[in-house]
């Protein structure tokens, strides 16, 4: 590479990631291939508008992949239509409003303290701007209280409920809220549609290891870079044909120019490998880690959620007395990356926050096992009741040197 200086940054950046334990739910590593497809010569060609009606010339091949994506999304999700254009989880959820809604329409979401995502009626997100929010709490013991759901619709009347979440860490029953939508609309002037954003848990319904929300909601939107595993980018998919037409426009012309054809193949190449039988034996580990470190932390005497996907949530004011921010902080200098993050009935600031979100998407892909999450439980542990920080850094090291380079992964894909 030419430009020295960036390159340099790679080279930290590489080190960072291949000597530290990385435990932020929302990350992972792609394979050389997505990250290849990211690089390529697709980057350099405009082809706003869809297949087949581009406005430019030169499309055959963009419209090839981009065909190739939509029909392996479809596949993996068993769903009937995508859409593989948005940039980001965020521009997808922005879509799917503009789809779904009129402005000022009324939308019933979780509360964010409790694990809602920023787009989901945040006052400092747009989505808060252009509808009108409401939010449903999680019941006394952190899971979703369905039967508040079904009073929360009656009280509210909104045009759009909304589940999926950024740090939730048990199944959630989409078939149930299904159930209690249409009860509601049965009765109510004002018809709900449900709208489940995946972005977290994508790789799991891939995996077919909890429910697929496309059997049940009019819109699921996503990210394909968290468990997915794929490149930084968006997804949006639906049964409804009335629905996919509005989608299309509500991303191209509406929010977006040219897509990013680059990444709509690394998307396609993300889908093949999620499709391979190897793929679900992934999930299958990425939750037997979680669960594992969970219930170590919990056996140790800590207040850990416990999880059933690939998260949990650490409350560290409880179990250590002091706060997310300076947990956060105490586990970055033995090599531990995780984030600070509210729990349910947080009483400290979400600049504090009372707790941890644990994820092992991204060490899972790297070659951790059911023993090594058991000891990073216990390093945890040990660093947050401040134990000696070198021995530690040294136990850390020893584990990381065992993984896979981040540089180097391959996984076989399903392309037929
Ligand atoms: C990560 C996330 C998003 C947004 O994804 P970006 O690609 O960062 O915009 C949206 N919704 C949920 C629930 C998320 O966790």
Known sequence: MQDKVIESYFKKERDRQNNGIELIASENYPSMDVREAQASIFGSKYAEGYSGHRYYGGCENIDAVEDLAEQRAERLFDCRYANVQTHSGSQANFAAYIALLEKGDKVLSLFLNDGGHLTHGSPVSFSSHDYSFSHYPLGGDGRLDYKGIEERLDEVNPNLFLAGYSAYPYEIDFKRMREIIDKHNSH??????????????????????????CDYADIVTSTTHKTLRGPRGGLILTNREDLIRKIKSAVFPYSQGGPLEHVIAAKAICFAEALHPEFKEYVARLMENTKACADELSRLGCDSSGSENHLFLLNVLSSFGISGKEAQSKLEEVGITTNKNMIHGDTLSPALTSGIRIGFAASTTRGCTKIDAIKIARLIYRTLKCEDKEKIKEEVKEIVSRWKDVDTLSFPVLTD
């Open 188 to 213: 109510s002037s004002t018809h709900c549609d449900f709208m489940v954003d995946m972005a977290h848990i994508a790789g799991i319904v891939a995996a077919r290891l909890c429910q697929n929300p």
